[in-house]
């Protein structure tokens, strides 16, 4: 898959047309007048798009008004500064998660800060923390995604337990699925396993749409039909689970 020349988002060839029409770019959502876009009605400004990975995701995460974190991280790793593999990931759930949960419950007011404090705190989530560390940089992300939305310290109870908690259980999940690691698979795992958990211990129900995995063919190490996520893989989820 190569997106050099055409929509960063669906590879499409891009059109170009005589006459400027109005855009709203994808990533932050202001409104240009252009005369390009792709046959999807993709629109991408110049700013996003040779903006940082952590730029982009903080920029898209604090316009969306989407409710679902697994759409918004598929729609963040479409852009060609999300790399395949890379720490960039370790923002990319926290992120995903929070603007998914401030915008569900209607509070957009608080979205801005707590997104830039997870990207502060992801910074220190070196990339190969999965091998090096043992502990996953998605699973870290859920974990610094429920410090934030509780309010956690290392003096707190309850959501020191809750945070732990969350980081505990998306890192098996996430370690059940095995190695090779995988960027994608481990980050729609961690989003996963902080959806239920929201759902589970704090009645807050985020929509969550299966993932069909579209990141394959970049992707060296991918396990094909033995990842839950490679489209058409019978290796799902439920059956998983049972
Ligand atoms: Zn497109
Ligand atoms: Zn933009």
Not at 71 to 91: S, T
Not at 123 to 131: A, I, M, Q, S
Not at 180 to 200: G, Q
Request: hydrophobic share 35%; aromatic share 8%; charged share 20%.
């Amino acid at each position: 898959m190569n997106f050099d020349e055409g929509c960063i988002l669906c590879g499409k060839e891009l059109i170009y047309s005589q006459e400027d029409k109005p855009h709203t770019c994808e990533f932050c959502g202001k409104e240009f007048s252009v005369n390009v876009s792709c046959p999807e009605g993709h629109f991408i400004c110049n700013h996003c798009h040779s903006a940082s990975g952590a730029d982009l995701i903080e920029g898209f995460c604090n316009h969306t008004e989407l409710t679902d974190p697994g759409q918004i991280a598929v729609l963040l790793m479409k852009h060609q500064q999300i790399k395949m593999h890379g720490p960039e990931h370790h923002f990319l759930v926290p992120a995903s998660l929070l603007a998914a949960y401030y915008n569900h419950l209607d509070k957009q007011d608080y979205k801005s800060i707590k997104i830039h404090i997870a990207r502060k705190r992801a910074e220190y989530v070196l990339g190969g923390f999965c091998g090096s560390h043992g502990n996953c940089g998605a699973a870290v992300g859920t974990g610094i995604f429920m410090s934030i939305i509780t309010g956690n310290t290392p003096l707190a109870e309850k959501e020191w337990q809750m945070s732990n908690t969350l980081t505990g259980t998306s890192l098996l999940r996430i370690a059940k699925a095995g190695g090779p690691r995988c960027c994608k698979r481990d980050s729609f795992i961690a989003i996963a396993e902080a959806v239920n958990y929201l759902s589970e211990h704090l009645n807050v129900n985020l929509p969550l749409e299966p993932i069909a995995c579209s990141f394959s063919s970049r992707n060296k190490q991918c396990k094909l039909g033995d990842c839950e996520y490679f489209p058409g893989s019978n290796n799902s989820k439920l059956e998983k689970e049972s």
